[in-house]
């Protein structure tokens, strides 16, 4: 089992749909958990962190469930700017960043 | 907003011959590492370091790797002789706590030719 799973993509969505992306991981010591996102050839910028009882950016909601090992990110309305690489992020107890393989989304206008 | 500075944006090099990564971390930060991210797939951990040593590798860190704070403000990773499967974006982060709120350098890409 991969450290940590996402949904493959690409997420193809028009402006202003609701998209929601799902992210497994495997090590159940883990510790922190993020969102980042990648715009192409560009570094990985946190978008959010999350926390167990759910947290909430705008138009950007995150939720972990630590029993089930199950990070979501929803983006609610989406814009054209929010096409991007979404990276599902895990630290591990040795406090390393564990990336997962990234859902890329497309939002059309 | 605070930076970490990664130089060259871009290197072209031939098989075999070494090259030096650099990076300034954000000034206040304790923790740094580096990360790889081969074309189309994921980011993948090389090393970190804390008060001047290695505080884990990964299995991509071989022999052909080092690292190196040599002036208190430089983070260099430096690959001996460079493989063809070297080319990658190589990314520099640092962290306050090494537990979160990592920074990551806009990267470098090295091409192995």
Not at chain 1, 64 to 91: E, F, G, H, M, P
Request: with cysteine; aromatic share 12%; glycine share 8%.
């Amino acid at each position: 089992r991969k450290e940590v799973e996402q949904d493959p993509g690409p997420f193809n969505v028009p402006e202003g749909a609701t998209v929601a992306f799902n992210c497994t991981y495997s090590n159940s010591a883990s510790q922190s958990f993020f969102w980042y996102r990648q715009d192409c050839r560009k570094e990985p910028k946190l978008l959010m962190s999350v926390y167990s009882s759910g947290n909430e950016d705008g138009r950007f909601t995150a939720q972990l469930n630590r029993a089930s090992q199950y990070i979501s990110l929803l983006i609610r309305d989406s814009k054209l700017s929010d096409s991007a690489t979404y990276l599902c992020v895990v630290i591990d107890p040795g406090g390393k960043l564990i990336f997962g393989q990234g859902t890329e989304l497309s939002v059309k206008p | 907003e605070p930076e970490v500075t990664q130089t060259p944006s871009h290197q072209v090099t031939q098989m075999g011959q070494e090259v030096i990564l650099r990076c300034v971390p954000i000034s206040n930060h304790l923790y740094f590492y580096w990360y790889r991210q081969i074309l189309g797939q994921k980011v993948e951990f090389l090393v970190s370091f804390y008060n001047n040593e290695i505080s884990e590798k990964s299995e991509i860190f071989d022999d052909q790797f080092s690292v190196e704070r040599p002036d208190g403000s430089n983070f260099t990773l430096k690959i001996r002789s460079t493989k063809l499967e070297d080319s990658a974006m190589y990314f520099c982060a640092s962290s306050v706590r090494g537990e979160g709120g990592y920074t990551f350098g806009s990267g470098t890409r090295l091409t192995v030719v």
